[in-house]
């Protein structure tokens, strides 16, 4: 049987590289404001969540236990996230890239616009279509960002780089901006806001698709040789290679430890979310400020430390730490943001006092030089060492670890009321110092897995 031509993807040459964007394919400035603004409606919807929840009925609240409230904040971050294993399949199998990103993006917003209406209905089908868009969106940005380079160019690591602060330029606006609005004005109002910043994502995405068609015939590309190599089968799809075997095992174990790592991550929505808003004062140099733009901390400080970390790799250069050693350098970093965190805790223990505002700074300073160790580095690595024809699926695996991670703090924050703060923070700290110790002794074993 015959099968269809498939676009050429030529050889680079230095006249035909696309340096359009910083010296990037242009089609990266397109992913970059794309996902920016997705991250701003997402981050700035999760910055009050929590607060919506467990504000009473006269505050404009739904009045939740904070049991509740944070095991409903657990599964909804989480399922956001674990989505994305099945709209990475969906991806591969059946829409492609560009239209999971799209309809995805438009999934969202009908989302947050849902939420804006007050009656209970409302709030957990805006949820369940926030977490389908976002399974759908995910998985397929971060690809299309590798597909943007031909194999082999070295501009790629510095492309997810790129694309990561456009991530986190969203994460600083979005409780800057919806978390202001829905904590002094209204809750509605702030979940509005959000539908907004997802609605200028999609207008930025479907202008610039011209673009990404680079990205978009070397996916079809890829779709093709693999249908003619008789890969089209379920089976076949699924049958590696010994080395294509080993770079899934390196991947799986990066998934186990990022598992650790996003569940003390993510106690920034919630644990400490809700220590910013009845612990400490919200007031720095003079200025007050809703307990929700604590949130904007961690993507900042990505925002401002991403490009030394970037020079201290090149600077190393024969001597950079290995993907394995960088992942426990960020559980290290997570473990020691809690260990901060404990003189703090005692002090507000009994609730007559409210700690000053830098203890959180200085948390979310070490838990982001543990997010820079770990999450580029290993969206970065699951990309290059995932086989072309399932890069989707391993790519929602990666995202996968984030789920079970977020629904592991939901979990973990339930505790806030009934063990003491110190204690709490101190377990957090304890568990990833000795998951950092343990991945530092798996450098060589993994290196040998991904050494092909």
């Known amino acids: 049987m015959a099968t ?5 993807v030529g050889v680079m040459t230095d006249a035909s590289v696309d340096r359009g964007f910083f010296g990037h394919p242009r089609g990266l400035s397109t992913l970059f404001f794309t996902e920016m603004w997705e991250r701003f409606s997402y981050y700035g919807m999760r910055a009050f969540l929590i607060y919506y929840m467990t504000a009473t009925a006269a505050a404009g609240g739904l009045g939740f236990s904070d049991a509740n409230a944070t095991s409903i904040y657990g599964t909804y971050t989480g399922s956001a996230w674990g989505a994305s294993i099945v709209g990475g399949f969906i991806a591969d199998r059946f829409m492609g890239q560009y239209r999971s990103v799209l309809i995805g993006g438009i999934v969202i917003m009908l989302g947050h616009f849902t939420l804006v209406f007050s009656p209970l209905p409302f709030f957990y089908a805006g949820l369940t ?17 590798g597909l943007l380079y ?6 790629r690591d510095a492309g997810y780089s790129l694309f990561y602060m456009g991530i986190n330029g969203g994460a600083i606006l979005g409780p800057l901006v919806a978390g202001y609005i829905a904590q002094r004005i209204d809750w509605h109002l702030g979940f509005g806001c959000a539908g907004v910043g ?6 930025q995405y479907v202008v610039g698709k011209k673009h990404l068609r680079p990205a978009m015939d070397r996916a079809v590309t890829s779709t093709a040789v693999t249908t003619e190599s008789g890969s089209h089968s379920p089976a076949s799809r699924f049958a590696f290679t010994p080395s294509e075997w080993k770079r899934i095992a390196a991947i799986v174990s990066f998934f186990a430890f990022a598992i650790l790592f996003w569940a ?11 220590f910013a808003d009845r612990n400490t004062r919200l007031e720095m140099f003079g200025f007050s400020f809703p307990s929700s733009w604590f949130q904007s901390a961690q993507p900042f400080f990505v925002v401002a430390l991403a490009p030394v970390f970037a020079l201290l790799w090149v600077r190393l250069g024969r001597h ?24 703090a805790g005692a002090l507000a223990q009994d609730g007559s006092v409210r700690v000053s505002p830098w203890w959180l700074v200085a948390w979310n300073l070490f838990s982001e030089f543990g997010e820079i160790c770990l999450y580029p580095v290993g969206m970065n690595a699951v990309s290059k060492l995932s086989p072309a024809r399932v ?11 984030i789920s079970f991670g977020n629904k592991l703090a939901g979990f973990a924050a339930g505790f806030i009321n009934s063990v003491p703060l110190d204690r709490l923070f101190g377990t957090f700290g304890i568990i990833l110092v000795v998951a950092a110790l343990l991945m530092f002794a798996l450098v060589r074993p993994i290196g040998r897995l991904t050494s092909d």
């Open 129 to 145: 279509l926030i977490v389908v868009g976002t399974g759908l969106l995910k998985p397929s940005a971060s690809t299309l960002v």
């Open 4 to 8: 269809r031509a498939v676009p050429r």
């Open 264 to 274: 003390g991550y993510e106690q920034a929505g919630s644990t400490l979310a809700l």
């Open 198 to 203: 997802m609605a200028l994502g999609l207008v």
């Open 320 to 343: 950079e730490p290995p993907v394995t050693a960088k992942f426990a350098l960020g559980l290290l970093f997570m473990g020691l943001a809690f260990f901060i965190m404990v003189p």
């Open 150 to 155: 031909e194999p082999g160019d070295k501009r």
């Open 391 to 401: 890069v989707g699926v391993m790519m929602g695996v990666w995202f996968l670890s």
